[in-house]
């Protein structure tokens, strides 16, 4: 029946997000975005907004429990049936900081968060699981020396419950092509990290226009097309040939890359230079990639789906066909607790949304909603139920 697989799967949410008690603190001290204030709410009593970028419009957004309390993911994950979470810092990160600060907050930070995940409950009905797990953080600034990055990445490999990385699109300034960061990827990939690839800045927000339209242009087009152009410099710079083994899972179903691929194989092509930089046509490079399911509608993970699977015909390993390929690099995720309802209601509408799109895409059959829903994680991150 609708919504009960065959199979007794855990639901794995890859995409959901944390402030730690430790990073708020860091927001509350600052007088400039991003920063977190108080101030006196419509009914009189006191509130705490978050001004997350420099110039955003309004007052920012209202911040509470849900950002930092543990309790509060729990609560969450138990009324949408969440079994396990791989929870991450929520952007910019580190971004905003000296490289010393960055560098002392990253190893503070990742602490806290093995302490969060470790002293989780089980997952309930998986016996051998916890219910979180964690993506850590880089110091990833201007000005930092590759060895202090290096340095954290080290620290990670000795917390077992941190299993991969969050990551913005800047690099340490120079963006995800930088050279200086050959090092970090080879790092990254002996550590077998799951790096998650997530957008902060948007594009600038009087682009082709004037209008202000609260936050929708940047976060419904100006955060994929900023994952779109990171990824796709990471490509065009032969990260993915030379470190072949790295785990790259791409925020919201990889923006607009899956929908250009064939247009950025093109445009390629007719450049020389740079097509005698990559090994392999662009559109085979989708195939090493992981795409979270976070896109609220059905066609358009089928979409996404369909072109993982041509792009598995661009890998020249090939493998044994099979119908459920392009389910097999999608990953369920929530993105809480960004999205809230607009009322205090039970269930949260944006998880909804993603759920009954990953229900509804018509080439899916229950092996591969399985697949999206949470064997993947499972296979990504190494965890056996
Ligand atoms: N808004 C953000 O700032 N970050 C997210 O991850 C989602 C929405
Ligand atoms: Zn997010």
Same mark, same amino acid.
């Given at each position: ?8 799967? /855990? ?23 991003p920063r977190i204030y108080r101030r006196t709410g419509a009914d009189g009593q006191p509130e705490e907004r978050l001004l997350i970028l420099d110039g955003e419009p309004g007052v920012g957004r209202p ?13 969450? =994950? ?8 791989? &929870?991450?810092?929520?952007? /910019? ?31 309930? +009905? ?46 340490? #300034?120079? #963006? %995800? ?28 927000? $009087? ?14 087009? +100006? ?15 032969? &990260? ?5 083994n790295l785990r790259l899972l791409l925020a919201h179903s990889g923006g607009a890359l899956p929908q250009l691929s064939s247009r950025l194989a093109s445009c390629i092509a007719h450049d020389p230079i740079?097509?005698?930089?990559? $090994? ?8 090493? %990639? ?13 979409? &996404? ?12 390993? #090939? +493998? ?5 390929? #392009?389910?097999?690099? =999608? ?33 899916? +059959? ?6 999206? %829903?949470g064997l993947n994680a499972l296979r990504l991150f190494d965890l056996e139920c």
């Open positions: 029946s609708r919504r009960t697989l065959s199979t007794k799967v /855990p639901i794995v949410d890859i995409h959901t997000h944390v402030y730690l008690p430790r990073y708020a603190e860091e927001l509350r001290a600052r007088s400039s975005a911040v509470g429990p849900q950002y930092w309390e543990r309790d509060q993911k729990l609560l969450f =994950m138990k009324r949408h049936d969440i079994d396990i979470s791989f &929870v991450s810092s929520a952007n /910019p990160w580190l971004d905003f900081l000296p490289p010393e600060r960055a560098h002392t907050l990253a190893q503070e930070l990742n602490n806290d968060l093995e302490e969060y995940c470790s002293t989780s409950p089980q997952a309930n +009905g998986f016996p051998g699981l916890r219910s979180i797990y964690g993506f850590g953080l880089l110091p990833l600034v201007s000005g930092i020396s590759v060895s202090s990055v290096l340095d954290v990445i080290k620290q990670i490999n000795t917390l077992p419950h941190i299993s991969g990385i969050i990551i913005g699109t800047r690099g340490v #300034g120079n #963006g %995800l092509d930088d050279e200086i960061l050959e090092p970090v990827w080879e790092a990254i990939q002996q550590a077998n990290l799951v790096v998650f690839i997530h957008p902060h800045y948007g594009v600038d927000s $009087k682009s082709f226009g004037n209008k202000t339209n609260g936050h929708v242009l940047p976060l419904a087009l +100006g955060f994929p097309f900023e994952t779109t152009i990171a990824i796709t410099r990471l490509i065009l710079a032969g &990260v993915l040939d030379r470190y072949p740079v097509a005698k930089r990559l $090994k392999h046509d662009a559109r085979y490079y989708l195939s090493k %990639l992981y795409f979270d399911a976070v896109a609220y509608g059905a066609e358009e993970l089928g979409f &996404v789906s369909d072109v993982i699977r041509r792009a598995e015909a661009y890998n020249s390993t #090939g +493998g044994e066909y099979n119908a459920d390929v #392009g389910s097999t690099r =999608m990953l369920f995720g929530t993105d809480h607790p960004f999205f809230p309802p607009l009322e205090a209601s039970q269930k949260w509408q944006s998880v909804e949304d993603n759920l009954e799109a990953i229900w509804s895409v018509r080439t899916w +059959g229950d092996s591969a909603r399985a697949n999206v %829903l």
